[in-house]
């Protein structure tokens, strides 16, 4: 790592030096993308006094890890509309508080106009976007729905139409742009229902898998996430926000 990018993550990560207080508890979590990075580590801040079920796609090693009774892991290929049967089983008569809704792929890594792949096009699509539409109708059948107090998406500003300035990543964006309208469209619906609160996060330059040169640990990113969430203070349905709190342009 050179002196440039030592010198960058540092004032990166001085942004994110106040004090967190992350004290929820009692509640049930449903988190997606929980075998890696920030689902990961959300589901191991979570477990001390929360109960989690950590959906997966394949690999569920990290979770397998973990030791605590109150995890429930449930694999779900969110791309596979007929693998939801499992999170059906799974979810049955469970009370679940918040889904932290973290699954997320990048697409390709050529997505200029010319090589995109409709195929892979569409997968991204299901996982980054819709799948979070697929497991409210899970819930909606089981009449689970109404106990829901928050719903929170993991976005990117990538994903912002006014911020962006320099095109490509087709798949990346489109993916994220469609994400940040259903997380807006539920806000307003699903608050008119039952009152269930709908938060889009930037969570920024993180280090995980899909950015293994992101500046900042998943496990202080995911602090940062719940000190957001969970803080009464903070009134933040239907906005789309980073982890400073501040609003972002859908």
């Known amino acids: 790592m050179g002196l440039r990018t030592i010198f960058k993550k540092t004032l990166y990560n001085l942004k994110y030096t106040k004090k967190r207080n992350n004290s929820v508890s009692g509640k049930y979590f449903l988190i997606t993308g929980a075998s890696s990075g920030i689902g990961l580590s959300l589901t191991k801040n979570l477990l001390n006094k929360n109960k989690v079920i950590g959906v997966y796609n394949s690999n569920k090693s990290n979770l397998d890890l973990i030791r605590s009774n109150n995890l429930i892991k449930v694999k779900c290929n969110l791309s596979d509309y007929s693998d939801f049967e499992n999170l059906n089983k799974t979810i049955s008569n469970k009370k679940i508080d918040t889904i932290i809704n973290c699954a997320g792929i990048f697409g390709s890594n050529n997505q200029s106009l010319e090589n995109i792949e409709f195929e892979n096009l569409l997968n991204t699509f299901k ?124």
Request: proline fraction near 2%; aromatic fraction near 8%; hydrophobic fraction near 35%.
């Open 127 to 250: 996982i980054n976007s819709v799948s979070i539409i697929k497991i409210l109708q899970v819930m909606e059948k089981k009449n689970l729905i109404k106990f829901l107090s928050k719903i929170i998406n993991l976005s990117s500003d990538g994903g912002s139409i006014q911020l962006n300035n320099q095109g490509n990543a087709y798949i990346y964006r489109l993916t994220k742009s469609a994400l940040n309208s259903i997380s807006k469209n539920l806000s307003v619906d699903l608050f008119k229902r039952y009152k269930t609160e709908v938060i889009t996060i930037d969570p920024g330059n993180v280090k995980t898998n899909m950015n293994p040169k992101g500046f900042l640990s998943a496990d202080k990113c995911s602090e940062y996430i719940l000190n957001i969430a969970f803080d009464k203070k903070n009134k933040l349905n239907g906005k789309f926000i980073n982890l400073q709190k501040k609003e972002i342009p859908w």
